[in-house]
Each structure stands twice: as structure tokens, then as C-alpha cells.
């Protein structure tokens, strides 16, 4: 897999390095870099604190070094179109709100902007700070998407009772099992699957020797389902637009923004715009967009996307995906190079939502359109139509019969 | 007899607060040195190119923050580990933007990388990470998220009898200043802003305006001082803002003494109207006009006693406060009996109450 990822790169090294020149505005996404095993698991030989130099869950030395470089090579790709010199209206940064993912924002704005004239506040430090901005995990649908969704969650129950997801459990059994029994922890979907593959990843990273019930399923065995466990959450249009819907909203807002608005204009939205995110984050704006071939995103992997203006009133569009040392041209259906604008909107289209689109029918179960779905409504409709006759026909009696206790109950006027 | 029992009193106090150890502290600051806000119609500096842009921190603001952060690390070296963890630390901030570069420079100031965190040797710096609500539900820092009944409260303030007094004393100051800038200035706001404005010049050695001059300047800081304490005028409104900070540190120092996991060091990076809001419901002072940089520290004992200092700027000396609800030696218990009225129970609730 990433053998493919890094000759395809070799193979579009023109387009790596496309032409700038006419760069109106770049909005990245990125993984955070290296970290700790979010939780060892329970038989774990290294799940010992001590044996890691930061705790479960957070940036690493190398990790910042990552984030520094991946700064760094921003600096270099935009080296006219980004001033030197920092500017709230040049750039604008968003996190999720996790510590490891704002940390890496903040390694990555050391790289790409370390003080120059007057930015340098203290001669001793090449570092200035710069805001990130954050929304509170459970308020944030658009990067972090881990607002809870009802209507997700339901139709990403009902995309495991399909047959490909029954034959996998199927398929999958004896692994699970096997998984199970030696990580002191039940192992029994593709999603569990993946944080373990993801914990042995790290140790091995780290030179950790592995266990050697570990070692005969790592990472053979494992890899496959571990890279389609990131596509999963996104894999039907409407898991894809419930999902990453927002998200795409807001980058299509942005850029129509761009397009829009007078350059003069007072709020005029910056022209680089960087999230740091997770590898979900990534692999799923890659698979809603058709664009990810299984695979778990590694550290710092970026997502770029690039609006051009080549002449008054013409806009297009350039998405690069970088997992290795370069950024590779992706195609979105059938636009890649030079997309135009307008088409990209169209093609976008089915998988964006508004935020207020997007909580109405995230929490209205009922207004489905899957034919199931409309039987269950018929059949909840007969029954709550039953339910009330019934007990009208209680109440009346009753009230028949305590018609002068019944208006003597102090709580009458709250009924 | 009634001496020697006061002498013994006070060495058993003496080996008392020798005995305990500091469990944790919450540091509440005003951001550093900002370019201004706003200008006026008559201002000769305005179109004065601020680098970075109105309402950011200076380069001078940054330093100052830095400072703050290194001064800290050197008043509390044997509390604050050499390392930065997570877990012992928590970063919190007003979402305005200078705040929270205010937040970043702090945590550089306190925690530069040592031996096994230098992550680059050519910048001995490490990325920490800060934490703030959006303003619209922040109670905490920019307090200013809804609350009907405080709202209320606030407009029969501005109606009051209190505010009409100072229209009528600053009538000829209000006349004056709107003759020499340009703009109508007919009440203690709009003078507070005006004051900010011109300090910063005075910080930057832009020269002021004939018109202005040193007792002028000291006049209008204290209304400035005024207008910040109009916010929190009655006990309620005391309550509702900085009560809702001292109850956020009451709760973390509760957990702290039932061991529970949370975070010995407490940052907070806000503004000068958040400092007021906090020493109001303490009962600390009338009105004030934080510095820059101005910090309120409270320190929680494993003896259960809390200590409050203020520090006017990083230049000054940190003072200890006498809580004036609570005892000498203010333990939690003593301190939430004293602030009662100060303290909400469920801010959501109480801010629909009609008083």
C-alpha cells in the first residue's frame, strides 16, 4: 500500500510541484504527530508508564520534531504566497481539542513561522505564539465529529447488519477470538481491532519487542482490517455526509468566500486556513470524497486543498495528499488537476451539510427516506393511534367516576 | 494570661502553616501589553501602524508575559515540577486572541524544556496546550454568556442612582473630553476606553496631546476603576460573574484534597474586567484598575487552608490578602461558609431567578 502511495508520488512529481503563481488560498488538514498508545492493552508488557517518556495519549519528542518539519515544509511550498511575517489575517488555526492535536499545531507554527523583523519578541527564542482556536470536543461536528448524532449512530448499526460487515465479523471470528484471548480484552469488530494494531504499531515504532502471539497475526493479519476500519465510518453516502458534511460545508463556505467577496473588503477570510486533526479526520474527508485507498494514515499526513485563480472570474481547485516526504495530486470522481470550481461544488455537493441542517436531522429519527425506515413509521403511527384511543377512553371513565375528586387535585393547573 | 494565650496561639499557628504543604494553586492574570483597541476622530496617532494589528499583544506584551511566566517559575520552584506534564498542569483562556498568545507565553516563561524534553535544541521552547469555551457559554473567564437576571440587574444599574451621580460629577470632564477628541463622550465607559487607549500610548512613548496631562490621566483611571466595578455592583451580580470563578477553583481544590486526579497548577489567562469581577466577590476591594499582567493567585494547603495573593505586575511584590468573610487561617470549609452569598449553586438556574 504505501509502496503504491510513494511510486505514484514519484510518478506525479510534476504535479507535486504545481504552479503557484496564481495561489488565491490553501486550507490543510493534518494528523498530529507521533504519539503514545492512546491505553495499553491489559496484558500489555509495556503498559507500565515508565516504559514511555510522555503520558497514554500525548505528543512525543519526535512527534513535535514532525509537526516542526511538516511547518517547515509548508513554509517552503508557500514561500511568497504565506508572508514571513505573522498576520491574524494571513491564518487562521483550528484544533480539535485534544492536547496532542493542539500541541502539533503549535510545533507546526514554530516551523512555519519562526520570528522574523517584527516578530522577534525575545532574541533567545526562535518561537512566537500564535492562537489556536478550539471548539469543546462535544460542541464540534465539524472537525472533531464526535457530536453525537442519533441518526448516525442508527445507520451505522444497520451498515453492520449488512452482508459485508456480517461476513467479515465472519470471516474475522477466529482472529477476534485469538485477539481476545491474549489481550486480556474483548476484540470483536474491526474498530477494537484497529487501536490494538495501532498500539503494536507504536511499540514496534519505538523497538519494543512484541509478544509472540503478537507477532504471528502483526502485522500481516491485522493491516487489512486495521485500513478498513477508517473507512467505515463514512461508508455509504449518508454515513459520508453525516460525518464529514460539516466539515466540507464549512471548506466550500470558505472558499466561495474567497471567490466572493471584494478583495478589500473589511473581513476578508484569510487566505490559509490549517486544522489539526486525527487520522479518522483524514481518512474520512479522503473516503467521503472517494479519494482513500485503505490504508492508516500516518503521522502528520496532510490533506491539501489549493483554490487558484489563473484569470478574473476563473477559480479551480487542486487536492494533494501527503503521507510521505511529497504531496501527491488526488482525483475527486473524475476532476483531478485544475478542478473547476463550480464543478467541484457539484461534486461535493451530496456529502455537505450545514451545522443547523445537520442537528435537525441528526436528532429527527423519524424523517428517514429508507423504505424500512417509512414501515416503521407506518407501524409506530398504528400503534400510537391505538395507544391514545385506548386511553382516552380510560381517562373519560375515570373521570367519570372521580369528577369531584379530580377537580380538587392542587395540581390541576400544571396538567 | 489572655497575652500567653495569644502567644501560644501564634506559635501553634507559626508550626501550623510551617507543617503544611502547598497542594495546589490557581493563577489568574491580565493578558500583557496590547496595541489599542480604538482610536478617536482628533487622535494624531491614529493611523500609527501597530505591527500585528489593533487589540494584539505588543512585542513589549509578549516579554512582559514571558516575564510573568519566568517570575513565577522562580516564586514557585520547589512547587512546580521541572517537567511539564499534562496532568499537572491546566491552561485555560478568554478566547480573545491575546489572551491566549498571552497563555502560550506564560507557559514558555514557567516551563522551558529541560534535558529529556528538548525536543529541538536550537529552541528551547515546547508547545503547551491552552484550553478556552467558545464566549458565548464561557462563564468562566470572559463571563459572557447569557444570564437573564443578571442582565436586568445590569440595566437597573446603568439607570441607578449611583451611575446618575457620576454623569453629574464628570459633566465638565465629559464636555471637555468631547471637545478635544472628537467624539461624544457622555458616560464612564466610553472614558475607560479612552484611558485605555491613551495608556498604551503612554506605554509606547507616543506623545499625548497638549489637552492631557498627568492628573487628568490619574482621573480618568479612576473611573475607568468605576466603570469596571459597576458590572459587579450588587452581591448578585458578584455572584454571577466572579463567584462563578471562585466556585470553579472551590470545586478543583475539593478534589484536590479528596485525591482526585486534578491538576496542581492552575492557569488562567483573562482580562482586567475578569481580576475585578473575582476581587469584588471576594470582597477585596471597592474599585480597581489592574496593570498589566496583574495576577490573583489562590493557594490551596493540604491542610485544607486557602491563601489568596495579589500581585499588581511581575515588578511588584506579591501581597497576601486578608479574606474579610473568612478567618485568619481560611480553610475551604470557613471559606465557603464566609462566601456563601458570593458562590453560586447552579448558575444555569439562578440566572433565571427573578431577584
Known amino acids: 500500500m504505501f509502496l503504491f502511495t510513494t511510486l505514484s508520488c514519484v510518478l506525479a512529481i510534476p504535479f507535486c510541484f504545481a504552479n503557484l503563481s496564481d495561489l488565491d488560498s490553501v486550507v490543510v488538514v493534518f494528523r498530529h504527530g507521533d504519539r503514545t498508545p492512546i491505553r495499553p492493552y491489559p496484558t500489555d508488557p509495556y503498559r507500565n508508564r515508565s516504559y514511555w517518556p510522555v503520558d497514554w495519549g500525548m505528543l512525543t519528542n519526535i512527534g513535535k520534531l514532525r509537526q516542526y518539519n511538516l511547518g517547515q515544509y509548508f513554509r517552503q511550498r508557500y514561500p511568497s504566497f504565506l508572508p514571513a511575517i505573522y498576520s491574524e489575517k494571513d491564518i487562521y488555526v483550528r484544533s480539535t481539542d485534544v492536547d496532542r492535536t493542539i500541541m502539533s499545531a503549535a510545533s507546526n507554527l514554530a516551523g512555519l513561522y519562526p520570528p522574523v523583523g517584527t516578530d522577534i519578541w525575545n532574541e533567545n527564542i526562535a518561537w512566537q505564539p500564535i492562537p489556536i482556536h478550539t471548539l469543546p470536543q462535544h460542541e464540534d461536528p465539524i472537525l472533531a465529529a464526535k457530536k453525537p448524532c442519533k441518526k448516525y449512530d442508527f445507520l451505522q448499526k444497520q451498515l453492520f447488519q449488512t452482508a459485508y460487515f456480517r461476513n467479515i465479523s465472519h470471516v474475522n471470528h477466529d482472529l477476534y477470538a485469538y485477539l481476545s484471548k491474549y489481550s486480556g480484552q474483548t476484540i470483536s469488530d474491526i474498530e477494537k481491532l484497529e487501536y490494538l494494531y495501532s498500539t503494536f504499531q507504536i511499540e514496534t515504532w519505538n523497538n519494543f519487542t512484541l509478544p509472540d502471539w503478537a507477532k504471528k497475526v502483526y502485522p500481516q493479519k491485522m493491516e487489512k482490517w486495521a485500513a478498513l476500519s477508517f473507512a467505515t465510518p463514512t461508508f455509504t453516502e449518508d454515513l459520508a455526509r453525516l460525518k464529514t458534511g460539516p466539515f466540507f460545508f464549512e471548506l466550500l463556505e470558505y472558499f466561495r468566500n474567497r471567490t466572493e467577496t471584494p478583495r478589500n473588503a473589511q473581513y476578508f477570510s484569510p487566505k490559509f486556513m490549517m486544522y489539526s486533526a486525527h487520522d479518522t479526520t483524514i481518512a474520512s474527508l479522503l473516503n467521503s470524497m472517494g479519494a482513500f485507498e485503505y490504508h492508516c494514515p500516518p503521522y502528520t499526513a496532510t490533506i491539501i486543498f489549493e483554490l487558484h485563480r489563473p484569470k478574473e472570474n476563473s477559480w479551480y481547485i487542486n487536492i494533494f495528499y501527503k503521507n510521505t516526504s511529497e504531496a501527491r495530486l488526488i482525483k475527486v470522481k473524475d476532476c483531478s488537476f485544475d478542478c473547476d470550481w463550480q464543478y467541484f461544488q457539484q461534486i461535493l455537493s451530496p456529502i455537505t451539510i450545514n451545522t443547523k441542517q445537520w442537528e435537525s436531522e441528526c436528532n429527527s429519527l423519524l424523517l428517514f427516506s429508507t423504505i424500512l425506515n417509512f414501515y416503521i413509521l407506518i407501524g409506530a403511527l398504528v400503534v400510537s393511534l391505538i395507544g391514545i384511543t385506548v386511553l382516552l377512553l380510560l381517562v373519560r371513565r375515570r373521570a367519570r367516576a372521580n369528577r369531584n375528586l379530580y377537580s380538587q387535585l392542587p395540581e390541576e393547573e400544571y396538567a | ?355
Not at chain 2, 32 to 42: D, F
Not at chain 2, 306 to 324: D, R, S
Request: some cysteine; hydrophobic content about 35%.
Open chain 2, 1 to 355: 494570661m489572655m497575652f500567653f494565650k495569644r502567644l501560644l496561639t501564634f506559635f501553634l499557628c507559626v508550626l501550623y502553616v510551617n507543617a503544611a504543604n502547598l497542594k495546589q494553586i490557581h493563577v489568574l492574570f491580565r493578558h500583557g501589553e496590547r496595541s489599542p483597541r480604538s482610536t478617536y476622530p482628533k487622535d494624531p496617532h491614529k493611523d500609527f501602524k501597530w505591527d500585528g494589528g489593533l487589540g494584539q499583544l505588543t512585542n513589549n506584551g509578549k516579554l512582559q508575559m514571558y516575564i510573568l511566566g519566568q517570575e513565577l517559575r522562580n516564586h514557585y520552584n520547589d512547587f512546580i515540577p521541572k517537567y511539564y506534564w499534562p496532568v499537572d498542569v491546566n491552561f485555560s483562556s478568554s478566547s480573545v486572541a491575546r489572551c491566549l498568545t498571552s497563555a502560550e507565553l506564560v507557559g514558555a516563561g514557567l516551563f522551558p524544556p529541560q534535558d529529556v524534553q528538548i525536543w529541538n535544541p536550537d529552541l528551547l521552547w515546547q508547545p503547551i496546550p491552552i484550553h478556552y469555551l467558545p464566549r458565548n457559554v464561557d462563564n468562566l473567564l470572559t463571563m459572557k454568556s447569557n444570564c437573564t437576571e443578571y442582565d436586568n440587574q445590569f440595566r437597573q444599574v446603568h439607570n441607578s442612582s449611583k451611575v446618575l451621580q457620576y454623569n453629574q460629577a464628570y459633566e465638565n470632564l465629559y464636555e471637555y473630553l468631547t471637545i478635544h477628541t472628537g467624539m461624544t463622550v457622555d458616560n464612564i465607559e466610553t472614558v475607560e476606553s479612552l484611558h485605555n487607549t491613551l495608556e498604551i500610548y503612554q506605554m509606547n512613548n507616543l506623545s499625548l496631546p497638549y489637552w492631557i496631562n498627568d492628573t487628568l490621566m490619574a482621573q480618568m483611571k479612576i473611573i475607568a476603576a468605576q466603570n469596571l466595578a459597576i458590572y459587579s455592583e450588587t452581591n448578585y451580580m458578584k455572584r454571577m460573574k466572579g463567584g462563578y470563578f471562585i466556585k470553579t477553583v472551590l470545586d478543583l481544590m475539593k478534589s484536590s484534597l479528596n485525591s482526585k486526579k486534578v491538576p496542581s497548577i492552575n492557569m488562567y489567562a483573562a482580562h482586567d474586567l475578569t481580576l475585578v469581577h473575582v476581587m469584588r466577590a471576594l470582597d477585596l476591594i471597592d474599585t480597581l484598575k489592574p496593570e498589566l499582567g496583574a495576577t490573583l493567585i489562590f493557594e490551596l494547603y493540604d491542610d485544607e487552608q486557602i491563601k489568596v495573593y495579589y500581585w499588581e505586575n511581575w515588578k511588584g511584590k506579591i501581597e497576601e490578602q486578608l479574606l474579610p468573610h473568612c478567618r485568619t487561617i481560611c480553610r475551604v470549609e470557613q471559606f465557603q461558609e464566609g462566601y456563601q452569598e458570593f458562590i453560586p449553586e447552579n448558575w444555569y438556574e439562578e440566572c433565571q431567578v427573578k431577584i
